[in-house]
């Protein structure tokens, strides 16, 4: 499937290359705030159908890129794909968010739960990763994804979402063999799934740390971190003679920045409650950084926007290896022109820092 890859700035960036400006893409860049997105799901009958009909994942992917200025694509699809084919049947209620109709209540649960053959179980993922990219014909990039272990294991323990993590945080100060049992599991699955992705291709890959802030510092070292520095341990890194980087994106994890740096990925997504000039002191030039605009900046005026835009490059400062993104995911209530604000502010800005 090799083809030229006609814009290379955001992979450029990630290996921390010259680029002459501040690549943009954003974390959802394809949901619920673009109203042919809200068209299509209605169309599909249900967010799990949108999710596994190549065809529509495809068309929701590239929505976004018709309308805006981006530098990359994202796959459309959910991070909880894996614990459904393990036999949990992933399903969504409206306004409730995610649920499991075969939660785990029990450790013989988690005894029970299968290693899949993601190649087959998610040949719907692979499909439409390779849809995507004849669809973006070398335009931009295509970024593939997975929740960590650490994340689907919430996820898991607790059937769904949740405030407290009450479950979850029992299970590893109790039972920690079993939290590491299922965890390892998780891990050698999302590298399989990951690398799946690349063959099929995608040429980025995300691991959304969403709830590793939940965990003190020694229980994300040991339940989180440990799994992550395995995957991308494990993580092609090269296909169709280019370079696949990796970005590692763990939510309300400033404390942890050193040591995710020393994981082996390519780059850190890093959230809007730390300056990326304090980020980038830490870390030096060992990764990239992604980020960091506070994602509710796109309720106000396109003038404060750009003004916000302007902070976000100024903090990363006169240097190479940032990618400008927000520090997570665009909220539906977010009006698409103002999108549109930020990254032509991204384009306007940026190569004065270049």
């Known amino acids: 499937m090799t083809t030229e890859l006609k814009n290379d700035t955001l992979i450029r960036a990630l290996l921390r290359q010259p680029v002459d400006r501040t690549p943009v893409w954003i974390m959802r860049q394809a949901g619920r705030y673009l109203p042919e997105y809200l068209k299509i799901r209605t169309e599909a009958g249900s967010f799990m159908n949108l999710c596994q009909t190549p065809e529509l994942a495809c068309e929701v992917t590239m929505q976004p890129l018709r309308r805006f200025k981006l530098d990359a694509a994202i796959l459309f699809s959910d991070i909880l794909t894996i614990p459904d084919v393990m036999g949990m049947n992933l399903y969504f209620e409206e306004g409730k ?13 988690i005894h029970k739960l299968p290693r899949p053959d993601v ?18 014909d070398g335009k931009v990039p295509l970024i593939g994804f997975s929740g960590s272990p650490w994340t689907l294991f919430t996820y898991m323990i607790e059937g769904g979402s949740s405030k407290t993590f009450s479950k979850s945080k029992k299970l590893i100060y109790q039972e920690p063999a079993l939290a590491h049992m299922l965890l390892a599991k998780l891990a050698d699955t999302v590298t399989d799934y990951l690398n799946l992705q690349i063959e099929s291709g995608a040429q980025i890959i995300q691991i ?21 520095t395995r995957i991308v341990s494990g993580l092609k890194r090269e296909n169709e003679g280019r370079r696949v980087p990796t970005i590692l994106f763990c939510k309300a994890c400033n404390t942890q920045l050193e040591a995710l740096a020393d994981t082996g990925c390519d780059a850190l997504g890093v959230d809007w409650t730390i300056s990326l000039r304090e980020a980038r002191e830490r870390v030096g030039s060992r990764v990239a950084l992604q980020g960091n605009l506070d994602p509710a900046v796109l309720l106000a005026d396109p003038e404060t926007i750009h003004r916000e835009v302007n902070h976000t490059l100024t903090s990363f400062g006169k240097a190479q ?8 995911g665009i909220t539906p209530d977010v009006k698409p022109e103002h999108l549109g604000a930020l990254i032509n502010s991204v384009w306007e800005l940026s190569p004065a820092f270049h």
């Open 321 to 328: 290896g940032h990618v400008f993104n927000l520090g997570h």
């Open 119 to 136: 190649g087959e179980s998610l040949a719907y993922v692979m499909d439409a990763v390779s849809m995507v990219r004849r669809e973006l």
């Open 208 to 228: 959304f740390d969403t709830w590793g802030g939940v965990l003190c510092a020694r229980a994300f070292k040991e339940f989180s971190l440990r799994y992550l």
């Open 97 to 109: 968010g995610p649920k499991f109709a075969n939660p785990i209540t029990s450790s013989s649960d």
